[in-house]
């Protein structure tokens, strides 16, 4: 196996850029799934802070978007700080190059589904739909298998379709419209998905793309 040492010098700068948009989509999520069950006291000061500093009013959206960003922000940054200081283990090795790419893709469907349970969404959690967007995941999860044991035989820009439609699946769902231009903050949340998953696929690619540029 590959250590830090001996990886080439690509392959450690696409991890390094693997667990800052690893960390910031899991940052961006936690909060969400935070923020949906009650609003931190700390979010509403930073709002009102921002939005005086800004001449807005008080309730204004734009100090609660960049309180929310803030707070998101720092925990992010705890969670690359942890990946960093565990970059050395194995572990740490093998949870980037298989379990992050998972989780990746199934973040932001399981914070969707966990918002659907909350507020009770039967009627888009029920029946067909449900088992549909199910089916999307288990068809996912298979291609990120398939990729990891090198089953995977479509080319680099194939790779990246089942992505576009994945987040553009389930940020359609967590935006309530397929026009992201209607809610830029929210968008934020399938972008930094997809740039996390596309990160973890050219770090899980590279040792590969290493191989065949020297034969």
């Known amino acids: 196996m590959l250590t830090n040492k001996n990886r080439p010098a690509s392959t450690n700068r696409f991890r390094i850029v693997h667990e800052a948009l690893f960390s910031i989509n899991y940052g961006l999520l936690i909060r969400w799934v935070m ?19 800004l001449h807005l009013h008080p309730h204004s959206a734009v100090g609660g978007n960049l309180a929310f960003l803030l707070l998101a922000l720092g925990v992010a940054l705890g969670i690359f700080l942890l990946l960093r200081v565990l970059s050395s283990t194995t572990l740490s090795s093998e949870f980037l190059r298989s379990v992050a ?24 959690v029920s029946g067909p739909t449900r088992v549909l967007l199910w089916l999307e995941l288990l068809i996912t999860t298979i291609c990120v298998v398939l990729f990891l044991y090198g089953k995977w035989f479509f080319p680099g820009w194939a790779s990246v379709v089942p992505l576009v439609f994945h987040f553009s699946l389930w940020g359609w769902l967590l935006l309530g419209t397929p026009y992201f231009w209607l809610a830029p903050f929210q968008s934020l ?27």
């Open 35 to 53: 923020a949906q069950a009650n609003y931190v006291a700390s979010e509403l000061a930073i709002k009102a802070w921002i939005n005086n500093l």
């Open 101 to 124: 790419g998972i989780l990746s893709l199934i973040g932001l469907p399981a914070a969707w589904f966990y918002r659907a349970h909350l507020y009770r969404l039967t009627v888009i």
């Open 189 to 215: 949340f399938p972008l930094a998905g997809f740039c996390s998953a596309l990160a973890w696929f050219l770090y899980a690619a590279s040792p590969r793309l290493g191989k065949s540029s020297q034969v």
